[in-house]
């Protein structure tokens, strides 16, 4: 790890845009993470991802990197290889964590392998498979979603085996593995977890009733209740939960743990082991919530670069 003060003489990168469905979000998650440093005195330089990555890390003398990337080719351990590969130390995550929580399927393998609640679930690779569970399906609503995706992009809830067929074909044109989830109907809670730590838990009330990618990124279309009015027992134990997630996975840095909670059981949809950070984004506030400023916030997170981990 580097010491703070070195850190202000290096070359930062910050990594953002990219590749995936998401990348709208990871260009806003990139300004805000440049702004936040150059008011933190460091010197920090703007890296638009392409295929010409490796060619502009060098060009820019990039030191120590700043993924804000959000999604596949980001988010998922291979800009990570590649940084691992060229030595350049690189915030959050590093590649085993990043490609197992960018897999909801190998994630919740992972959950329920450390005893951690996650929604029943059914995966379909093939045709076949997908024939099969349509035949079988019985009761609804059903949650379809491609395994590798995020901001809610390809996710449907389904009440028939009509929308079952129809969601599991829009999953599919996104992911070759979609999984197919048990639909829990109940609130709806996320955790961040910062090097190591949970802060305090955020309620989200989507006004449409579904927190889709329009009701994630529009400001005033969700309502968030910071801390989670929820029973006592429960929200530690979801902190609680959230961590050993975390752990279990090995991120680093900042994560983002995703819930269901019906009655007083909750289940792990996902783990986000590179959070948005932009203006209507959960984790800053939770933070913020915590007593860290957005400045604090991305210094923690920078100042645990590193390799190798
Ligand atoms: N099993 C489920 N039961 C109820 N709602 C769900 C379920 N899975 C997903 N959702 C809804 O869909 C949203 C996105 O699902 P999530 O698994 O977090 O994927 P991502 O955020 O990567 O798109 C959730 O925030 C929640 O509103
Ligand atoms: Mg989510």
């Not at 804000?68 to 590093?94: C, N």
């Not at 399927?105 to 379909?124: N, R």
């Not at 932009?278 to 007593?291: I, V």
Request: charged letters at 20%.
């Amino acid at each position: 790890m580097i010491e703070k003060a070195q850190m202000k003489t290096k070359r930062i990168g910050v990594l953002f845009g990219g590749l995936s469905a998401e990348r709208e979000i990871s260009l806003k998650t990139g300004q805000a993470v440049l702004k936040a440093l150059g008011i933190l005195g460091y010197a920090a330089h703007g890296i638009d991802v392409g295929l010409d990555l490796p060619r502009q890390l060098k060009e820019a003398q990039t030191e120590v990197a700043f993924v804000a990337l959000h999604g596949r080719f980001g988010e998922d351990g291979r800009v990570q290889g590649l940084l691992e590969m060229l030595q350049i130390p690189y915030t959050g995550s590093g590649v085993l964590a990043s490609s197992m929580t960018i897999d909801k399927v190998a994630t919740k393998q992972m959950l329920l392998y450390h005893e951690l609640p996650t929604p029943g679930f059914e995966v379909l690779k093939t045709k076949q498979q997908a024939n099969k569970l349509i035949n079988q399906s019985r009761y609804f609503p059903l949650v379809v979603k491609p395994a590798r995706e995020g901001s809610t992009i390809g996710i449907s809830i389904v009440q028939s085996v009509e929308a079952l067929r129809h969601g599991i074909d829009t999953a599919a044109a996104l992911d070759a593995m979609v999984l197919v989830e048990e639909f829990i109907d109940g609130l709806e809670l996320t955790v961040s977890v910062l090097n190591g730590e949970a802060l305090p838990i955020i309620q989200i009330v989507p006004k449409s009733g579904f927190y889709d990618y329009h009701a994630k990124y529009t400001l005033g279309q969700t309502e968030y209740l910071l801390p989670a009015p929820i029973d006592a027992g429960v929200y530690s134990r979801m902190q609680q939960a959230a961590v050993v997630a975390c752990e279990v996975l090995g991120c680093r840095g900042a994560a983002r743990v995703d819930f269901m909670l019906r009655e007083k059981e909750f289940y792990c949809l996902e783990v986000n082991s590179i959070p948005g950070m932009t203006e209507t984004s959960l984790l800053p506030k939770a933070a913020e919530a915590a007593g860290l400023d957005f400045e604090e916030l991305i210094e923690m997170i920078l100042l645990d670069a590193d390799l190798d981990k």
